[in-house]
C-alpha cells in the first residue's frame, strides 16, 4: 500500500516501511522496569472468582460470518439478586493471562472493597481469533477496532452482552459499565464510549493506536468541536510506543488527553519508559481499576 492510499483503507501490516516494522520489534523487545504487584498476585483470603473456558460467539448482523471466543470471570461475591458491574477486554485472552492477571486482580480489589463486584468479559477479535497483528492483515480485528463508528460497541450491546446476560444478572447503568483494550484495542475501547456513551462510561487504553488507520487520529479534533459525552478516561502510553508512518502513538496520547482535559472530561494519562506492550499496564492495572472505580465503590 502507497503513502497516498494509506488513509483511505485498512492498513494492512504487510504494507508498513521496513523502519516501521524495525521500531515495531524494538517497541516490543520487553525491556521495561515494571513488573506485578502484590494486588496482581494471589492472595490468602480473597475469594476466587471462576472463568468460563473459551466459548464461540457468531456475529448475526453486525459482523455476519464471523465468529469469535470469549470467556467470562465471574467474582465469587456475585449474587444474582443485585446487579454486578461489566468490564470487557479486547484482546481478551492478553488481558486475562498472566500479563495483566485481570482475574486475579479483581478478586483482590474485590474483596478489600476498592472496586465494585464486576464481571469480565474477555473476547477475542473475530476470526481466526488471537494472534492477527496489531494493524489488521488477517481476521477481522481491524475492521472491529479500527473503525471510528459504533459497530463495535452495538455489536457488543445487542449481540454478545445479552447472551451473558442471560446467565448472569448484569447492570444496565452506564456508569456500571467499562471497556478496554491495547493498541487498536484501546483505540477501539475509546470508540465505544464515544459512539456508545449509553452503553460504555468508563474506558482504559493501554498504547491505544490514535493513528491514522481509519480516522482515530481525528479524535483530538472531534472532543474539542463536539459535545461533552459523560466519558471517564484512563490512557497509558511510553516513550518507546511505536513512531512509524501511520502516527506516533504517545504524542498522539498526549494530544488526547490535552483535548480531554481542555473539555473538563475526567481523564488520567500515564506516560512511562514502556514500549507497545501490557508490561506497564499490567503492572498499574490495580491501581488503575482503583481509579476507574472510584465513583461506584
Request: with cysteine; aromatic share 12%; net charge negative.
Amino acid at each position: 500500500m502507497s503513502d497516498d492510499n494509506a488513509a483511505e483503507a485498512p492498513v494492512e501490516w504487510g504494507g508498513l516501511p521496513s523502519r516501521d516494522r524495525d521500531f515495531y520489534a524494538y517497541s516490543m523487545d520487553g525491556k521495561e522496569p515494571y513488573e506485578l504487584g502484590p494486588d496482581s498476585l494471589p492472595k490468602d483470603g480473597a475469594p476466587k472468582g471462576t472463568v468460563t473456558p473459551h466459548r464461540e460467539f457468531g456475529s448475526t448482523f453486525v459482523y455476519p460470518e464471523t465468529s469469535r471466543t470469549y470467556s467470562v470471570y465471574v467474582p465469587a461475591q456475585y449474587d444474582p439478586v443485585t446487579p454486578a458491574c461489566l468490564m470487557v477486554f479486547q484482546d481478551g485472552d492478553d488481558y486475562a493471562g498472566p500479563v495483566v492477571n485481570v482475574p486475579t486482580v479483581f478478586d483482590n480489589l474485590i474483596a478489600s472493597g476498592e472496586m465494585p463486584v464486576t464481571i469480565a468479559l474477555f473476547v477475542n477479535p473475530g476470526n481466526p481469533g488471537p494472534g492477527a497483528p496489531v494493524y489488521g492483515g488477517r481476521g477481522n480485528r481491524n475492521v472491529e477496532y479500527d473503525n471510528c463508528n459504533a459497530d463495535y460497541a452495538t455489536f457488543l450491546a445487542e449481540e454478545l452482552i445479552p447472551v451473558v446476560a442471560a446467565e448472569y444478572t448484569i447492570s444496565s447503568d452506564p456508569e456500571h459499565r467499562a471497556i478496554c483494550g491495547i493498541s487498536s484495542g484501546g483505540a477501539c475501547s475509546f470508540t465505544a464510549g464515544w459512539f456508545r456513551p449509553d452503553q460504555f462510561r468508563k474506558i482504559v487504553s493501554h498504547c491505544g493506536s490514535f493513528l491514522d488507520i481509519i480516522g482515530a487520529h481525528q479524535y483530538p479534533s472531534w472532543i474539542r468541536r463536539q459535545y461533552k459525552r459523560p466519558l471517564k478516561v484512563y490512557l497509558q502510553t511510553g516513550e518507546k510506543d511505536l513512531d512509524i508512518k501511520l502516527g506516533h502513538i504517545p504524542l498522539a496520547n498526549r494530544e488526547m488527553e490535552a483535548a480531554l482535559r481542555y473539555r473538563g472530561y475526567d481523564v488520567h494519562l500515564e506516560f512511562g519508559e514502556g514500549g507497545h506492550t501490557l508490561i506497564h499496564g499490567g503492572a498499574l492495572f490495580p491501581d488503575t481499576m482503583r481509579w476507574l472505580w472510584s465513583d461506584v465503590v
